[in-house]
């Protein structure tokens, strides 16, 4: 079956389309603390969950596990998808960031970590919400505190379709 062709819809008057920037982030609980990475971004030494954007190609899952260990060095299994967080910078940027929930399996300390990264964390909920003006956004501590707060949704709730034709 031949798929149709849909028009933009919401285009600007140069052609273009607006889009987010999509996102994943993960967050990493190990007893009371969780995995975060303090980033040199603009300048400024900011905290947040390893976080990154979604490759070409890549499903979000695959995502979330490659910015981890990027960003910390880190091997993680996946339990849940934690929740689809929409934000705006001040700076005008918009956010579509899928916040998943995993496992903590193996460290490998003498991974190189991702430029920017300065090191990785493990933190509780309350030194960093006691750091909160050092967060790089508020999606930070809202995916830590809907975790705590119980909400899972299942891994199953993303479907790849990548190299599929229908």
């Known amino acids: 079956m031949q798929m149709k062709q849909i028009s933009s819809i919401g285009e600007n008057e140069a052609g273009t389309i607006w889009r987010p920037d999509v996102t994943v982030a993960t967050i990493v609980a190990r007893d009371d603390r969780f995995l975060i990475v303090e980033e040199l971004v603009r300048g400024e030494l900011v905290l947040n969950n390893p976080a990154g954007h979604l490759e070409p190609d890549e499903s979000l899952p695959a995502a979330a596990l490659r910015e ?37 399996l193996q460290h490998d300390a003498l991974q190189a970590l991702d430029t920017g990264i300065v090191r990785a964390l493990w933190l509780t909920r309350a030194e960093i919400a006691a750091d909160a003006a050092r967060l790089r956004s508020p999606m930070v501590l809202r995916g830590i505190d809907d975790w705590l707060a119980g909400r899972r949704l299942p891994l199953s709730a993303c479907i790849s379709m990548l190299g599929t034709s229908a």
């Open 68 to 104: 981890t260990c990027e960003e910390t060095g880190w091997s993680v299994e996946l339990d849940h998808l934690v929740g689809i967080y929409q934000w705006r910078s001040d700076t005008g940027g918009h956010f579509l960031r899928f916040t998943f929930a995993a496992t903590a």
